[in-house]
């Protein structure tokens, strides 16, 4: 049936996007205006916002490193991987991420992102199906939004709840897929339980570990060489390098027959132009420093229990944290704006979730504990966020 054509009002060139105003408006009142805020480079204000959780970005050995590979390599890759992109200092990354996260090999990638996009749309088809926890993050959600399996939404960190759903289906293959740590709260995944029911399940294990390098495991090594998983033969990580490395890229790392797949198909590696050497650079001055100083991860979960204990002293709702994140509940996403405005009005930037970036619509603050806050630092942020509680 041919349907007939629909007639449309004509409208001027400078209306067709006035929808964006009223867009705009909506979300305004209901306290979800963002804005952008340009940072000077010398900020006096402390960073508790940011995801420097070993507060290596501008560490010498970091810095240092990122300029060299600049100077070396030049300021672009110039092209995609597969073409001009891929450096030796690429490689020396990808060969170095792995043997320290427990892996056979390791794919960079030019941010965290596409790491996961490629990962959940390379490793899946229409015969497949994704099992992804309720909280995941938005990089993980696009990416089961982008692949062609069957996608369940399964209830927040229930590995059992997982195990019905792979009991039930009917798709060939199967992959769990979930975050390490959950970016709102900082709580961590039951990643033993939930790499024993998709194992069961005849499923694949992909676990996103941005906020796990850096801050646990032994030494940092990650959230799956912490519970025994870093290496099996059905288990995937992605990370970013933005957090705990203080550069910027991402990188999927597990067997090396899944690595040699995403070379070879993933859309987001293959049409994509590599990372920037300086960022490359960066990021192995900083693993190279953790490796030689591992007790920085011990220091950054050391801070974050600090810093939630004092704040729940001060009678604060806030959460216990796994890694290096904490939050602080707010009573709504005007009062949390409010909030964080206010703290960086005393000298002190937090981050300012609210719906819809957190799955349970609840608005709080997040906060980065740093592994290199001093005890004085430390006190002064308890201090000023109880005290410009709404």
């Excluded at 050995?61 to 590979?69: D, H, M, R, S």
């Amino acid at each position: 049936m041919v349907h007939p054509a629909v007639p449309q009002a004509s409208l001027a060139p400078a209306a067709v996007f006035d929808w964006l105003d009223e867009a705009a408006e909506l979300r305004a009142g209901a306290g979800l205006t963002r804005t952008l805020r340009s940072r000077p480079a010398e900020d006096p204000v402390l960073d508790l916002a940011g995801n420097d959780y070993l507060g290596l970005v501008r560490h010498p050995a970091v810095t240092g490193a990122a300029a060299e590979a600049a100077l070396r390599w030049g300021g672009g890759a110039t092209g995609s991987r597969l073409v001009t992109g891929t450096t030796a200092l690429h490689t020396e990354l990808e060969n170095e991420l792995a043997a320290f996260c427990g892996f056979e090999a390791a794919l960079v990638f030019s941010s965290g992102y596409a790491a996961n996009l490629a990962a959940l749309t390379a490793l899946t088809d229409p015969d497949t199906l994704i099992v992804s926890d309720a909280y995941n993050h938005a990089s993980l959600i696009d990416g089961c939004r982008l692949a062609r399996a069957d996608v369940h939404r399964a209830p927040h960190a229930d590995p059992a709840a997982v195990r019905q759903v792979l009991a039930d289906r009917t798709q060939r293959r199967a992959l769990v897929v979930s975050d390490s740590v959950f970016s709102v709260d900082g709580n961590a995944a039951p990643l033993p339980r939930l790499a024993a029911a998709a194992r069961d399940g005849g499923a694949a294990l992909l676990v996103d570990d941005a906020h796990g390098l850096g801050v646990l495991g032994e030494g940092g090594r990650g959230a799956l060489a912490a519970a025994g998983l870093a290496g099996e033969p059905d288990v995937v990580a992605t990370v970013t390098l933005s957090k705990s490395l203080g550069s910027q890229g991402g990188a999927v790392l597990g067997p090396r027959r899944v690595v040699r797949h995403l070379t070879e198909t993933a859309r987001t590696f293959i049409f994509d132009t590599g990372l920037a050497p300086a960022a490359v650079g960066a990021a192995l001055g900083a693993l190279r420093l953790l490796r030689a100083e591992p007790h920085r991860a011990e220091r950054a979960r050391e801070v974050a229990r600090t810093l939630a204990a004092r704040l729940a002293a001060a009678g604060l709702q806030a959460s216990t944290p796994d890694a290096a994140v904490v939050s602080v509940r707010a009573p709504g996403p005007e009062a949390a704006v409010r909030w964080a405005a206010d703290c960086r009005t005393a000298g002190i930037a937090v981050g300012c979730f609210r719906p819809p970036s957190v799955p349970d619509g609840v608005s709080r603050l997040r906060l980065t504990a740093r592994g290199d806050l001093t005890e004085d630092q430390i006190e002064r942020a308890v201090a000023t966020i109880a005290a410009t509680a709404p």
